[in-house]
């Protein structure tokens, strides 16, 4: 469950590289986030199990804190620190596969255009609201992203594979 969540948190990233379907609110959106580090302080509901998180990302590389939880991963192994339970957690991140995007969401910025589609892009009240479907394997069936005026990253809403649903709420969201 921890690595799960923590791998959902990270896919709000997941739309670094895309291009097609549009509109300049995304393509700022696209430029801050391939420019530098992106830094998100978020909330998350999924279910009964609610958190916090500060996030920063960049190319195959992550670093997460929230919930008595460190996550940091060079993009190649994945380092897990549970405050809680006094457990430390290495494991190595495969370059394919669903379980390898959960590890390391980060993964998902390569070849974007492969792994997923847009379903659905509208605009409303100057607010972009972006739907995502996999093309594949990858731990996520469905997101939605929406975008402020400005193509900061306001809020995302994930369907993982079974079903369940994540929501997230950011209330940070720069570059550094």
């Not at 190649?76 to 290495?90: P, R």
């Not at 379980?99 to 070849?111: E, R, W």
């Not at 929406?146 to 570059?175: H, P, Q, T």
Request: glycine residues 10%; negative net charge.
């Amino acid at each position: 469950m921890m690595k799960r969540n923590i791998g959902i948190l990270f896919l709000l990233l997941l739309v670094t590289q895309v291009s097609a379907q549009t509109d300049s609110r995304f393509d700022r959106f696209m430029k801050t986030l391939s420019d530098s580090c992106v830094f998100m302080n978020v909330e998350y509901v999924s279910g009964s199990f609610k958190g916090n998180s500060e996030i920063c990302v960049q190319d195959k590389m992550y670093s997460m804190t929230g919930n008595g939880i460190e996550a940091i991963c060079d993009g190649n192994t994945v380092c897990l620190k549970d405050d809680g339970s006094k457990e430390v957690v290495y494991e190595p991140v495969a370059e394919t596969g669903g379980m390898s995007f959960l590890m390391n969401p980060a993964l998902l910025f390569n070849d974007f255009e492969e792994r997923f589609r847009f379903a659905k892009v509208e605009v409303e009240s100057g607010v972009g609201r972006y739907e995502l479907e996999s093309k594949c394997e990858c731990g996520i069936d469905k997101c939605t992203l929406w975008l402020d005026r400005d193509g900061k990253l306001v809020k995302a809403m994930f369907i993982i594979d079974g079903g369940n649903e994540m929501n997230v709420s950011v209330s940070e969201f720069k570059a550094g």
